[in-house]
T-cell receptor
Framework: DAGVTQSPTHLIKTRGQQVTLRCSPK?????VSWYQQALGQGPQFIFQ???????QRGNFPDRFSGHQFPNYSSELNVNALLLGDSALYLC????????????FGPGTRLLVL | AQKVTQAQTEISVVEKEDVTLDCVYE???????LFWYKQPPSGELVFLIR??????QNEISGRYSWNFQKSTSSFNFTITASQVVDSAVYFC????????????FGQGTELSVKP
């Protein structure tokens, strides 16, 4: 049973560019959450998707947007990248109906130059 | 407001010592879950335990034990007879249910276990 997978593992972009990160949830999970973890900090909640809708959102600007597909996989898009967007981006999945624990993927390390 | 505080930024112990990681939380929710996650250098967050707000029973799993006290809003984590493989960053996490399901991590405690 595959766990949560994320792609790519590493990414380098320049300021002003746009980036798309991808997440495939654990089998049987219907909810995907995204987190940003800056170096030396705890993860910060970006948003959560359930049934292809954004269910809730943290304190992140509109430059951060997402999408969930019918197969429950998800994308995180960041526009107009800033140096401060450099971080580890973590995806977590869970079954909201079962109120299960969320499980995390290995993350995507984004470096903005 | 919801908040999770892990006051210990770094802890260093020698192998076989016991160590306790502190977590204090604030929430107005009456229904919530508390978690501990381990983050090794690889970066992936590994789930350790989940407790709900209605279950204050302490739990033991091998060398790990957790003490949940609602009276002091604390959810502390103890590793008995620490090992080098326990070296990692440990995060306490709060998921609230009454106000839209806020999801909040603490700042983490970096544990270093030396041989």
């Amino acid at each position: 049973d595959a766990g949560v997978t994320q792609s790519p593992t590493h990414l380098i972009k320049t300021r002003g560019q746009q980036v798309t990160l991808r997440c495939s949830p654990k089998s049987g999970h219907d909810t995907v959450s995204w987190y940003q973890q800056a170096l030396g900090q705890g993860p910060q909640f970006i948003f959560q998707y359930y049934e292809e809708e954004e269910r809730q959102r943290g304190n992140f600007p509109d430059r951060f947007s997402g999408h969930q597909f019918p197969n429950y996989s998800s994308e995180l898009n960041v526009n107009a990248l800033l140096l401060g967007d450099s971080a580890l981006y973590l995806c977590a999945s869970r079954s909201l109906r079962e109120q299960e624990t969320q499980y995390f993927g290995p993350g995507t390390r984004l470096l903005v130059l | 407001a919801q908040k999770v505080t892990q006051a210990q930024t770094e802890i260093s112990v020698v192998e076989k010592e016991d160590v306790t990681l502190d977590c204090v939380y604030e929430t107005r929710d009456t229904t919530y879950y508390l978690f501990w996650y381990k983050q090794p250098p690889s970066g992936e967050l590994v789930f350790l335990i989940r407790r709900n707000s209605f279950d204050e029973q302490n739990e033991i799993s091998g060398r790990y034990s957790w003490n949940f006290q609602k009276s002091t809003s604390s959810f502390n984590f103890t590793i008995t007879a620490s090992q080098v493989v326990d070296s990692a960053v440990y995060f306490c996490f709060l998921e609230g249910y009454n106000q839209g399901g806020k999801l909040i991590f603490g700042q983490g405690t970096e544990l270093s276990v030396k041989p």
